[in-house]
Nanobody
Framework: QFVESGGGLVQPGGSLRLSCAAS????????IGWFRQAPGKEREGVSC????????NYADSVKGRFTISKDNAKNTVTLQMSSLKPEDTAVYYC???????????????????WGQGIPVTVSS
């Protein structure tokens, strides 16, 4: 099970911290991807972090504003979002990449686990 938390309503320019907590499996063997889907739009890859947490990548739309981190000891992945814009409004999902894949594949790879999705609304 992959449980997300931390979403909600925030004003433009504000910050939110999303978390995904894994239970029943260990994140030690998984790279983790974050995706989002806005109403009427296709799902968009946001970020990915490697198995060890030593490397990560970001979509151009969030680069410099979002930070992904992974704590294998706590079995948790976090997406810190800052300088939020209305266009960041979406439902956000975390996923555990099937171990065959790395973050270079995160947009097309297969996922063993998904979070339930958590809404983020950026509005004044």
């Amino acid at each position: 099970q992959f449980v997300e938390s931390g979403g909600g309503l925030v004003q433009p320019g504000g910050s939110l911290r999303l978390s995904c907590a894994a239970s029943g499996f260990t994140l030690d063997y998984y790279a983790i991807g974050w995706f989002r889907q806005a109403p009427g739009k296709e799902r968009e890859g946001v970020s990915c972090i490697s198995i060890t947490g030593g490397s990560s990548n970001y979509a151009d739309s969030v680069k410099g504003r979002f930070t992904i981190s992974k704590d294998n000891a706590k079995n948790t992945v976090t997406l810190q979002m800052s300088s939020l814009k209305p266009e960041d409004t979406a439902v956000y999902y975390c996923g555990a990449l099937t171990p065959y894949y790395t973050c270079s594949d995160y947009l097309e790879g297969e996922y063993d686990y998904w979070g339930q999705g958590i809404p983020v609304t950026v509005s004044s």
